[in-house]
């Protein structure tokens, strides 16, 4: 079936460096979403993209859309405590979301 | 601002037991959607409904599950003779339209099969 792969599944960083997360679909989509799940709540949407190569900015993360519409990523730039938490991806196919395994964000003490 | 609210925040059942997880969407979104998230583990569609029937479920969501719209505000996931396995946090979501609307999350219920 479809799939949406995320990587990794960890990132562990220090405050300020950046973070990245990808995803890669098996199939082409026709968008992508991308949604924050702080510890202990439940997702909150944060953007969508849908056109190929697109690139949206909101504020330290940028979110990217591949050419051929089957990769999207995520980077924070500078990251800060409030940036912890899960992110998902989840592409839309035939109407569908397919959602990624999340890639969680560790601020190292 | 319009949001999905949940009830219980958290259910304890005995496996075997039978539960129903209440939503309530917000009030002008057309479709709903049951989501499962065991601890620490991924975000798994269960189903979507529209137009008072179901309009895609997944793998897991087998004859166990059940959904409903009983009245016009709430939107209810049964599930029958639970298993430990059903220990998860349930999400309720909702949107205006399909695929490239976003979705609204409730909070979630915590269900614990003992």
């Known amino acids: 079936g479809q799939q949406v792969m995320q990587i990794p599944q960890y990132q562990h960083v220090q405050e300020g460096e950046d973070f990245t997360t990808y995803c890669n679909s098996s199939?082409?989509?026709?968008?992508i979403q991308w949604y924050k799940q702080r510890p202990g709540g439940h997702p909150v949407f944060l953007i969508q993209l849908v056109k190929s190569g697109e690139v949206k900015k909101q504020k330290r993360l940028t979110f990217q859309f591949g050419e051929a519409k089957k990769n999207s990523s995520l980077h924070i730039t500078a990251t800060q405590t409030t940036d912890v938490g899960t992110y998902f991806c989840?592409?839309?196919?035939?109407?569908?979301?397919?959602w990624g395994a999340g890639t969680k964000l560790i601020i190292k003490p | 601002e319009p949001e999905v609210t949940q009830t219980p925040s958290h259910q304890v059942t005995q496996m075997g037991q039978e539960v129903i997880l209440r939503c309530v969407p917000i009030s002008n979104h057309l479709y709903f959607y049951w989501y499962r998230q065991i601890l620490g583990q991924k975000v798994e569609f269960l189903v979507s409904?529209?137009?008072?029937?179901?309009?895609?479920k997944s793998e897991i969501f087998d004859d166990q599950f059940s959904v409903e719209r009983p009245d016009g505000s709430n939107f209810t996931l049964k599930i029958r003779s639970t298993k430990l396995e059903d220990s998860a946090m349930y999400f309720c979501?909702?949107?205006?339209?399909?695929?490239?609307?976003?979705?609204?999350f409730g909070p979630g219920t915590r269900l614990t099969v003992t």
């Open positions: 199939t082409t989509l026709s968008n």
């Open positions: 979501a909702s949107s205006t339209g399909q695929g490239i609307y976003e979705q609204y």
């Open positions: 989840a592409g839309c196919s035939n109407y569908q979301l397919i």
């Open positions: 409904f529209y137009n008072n029937e179901i309009s895609e």
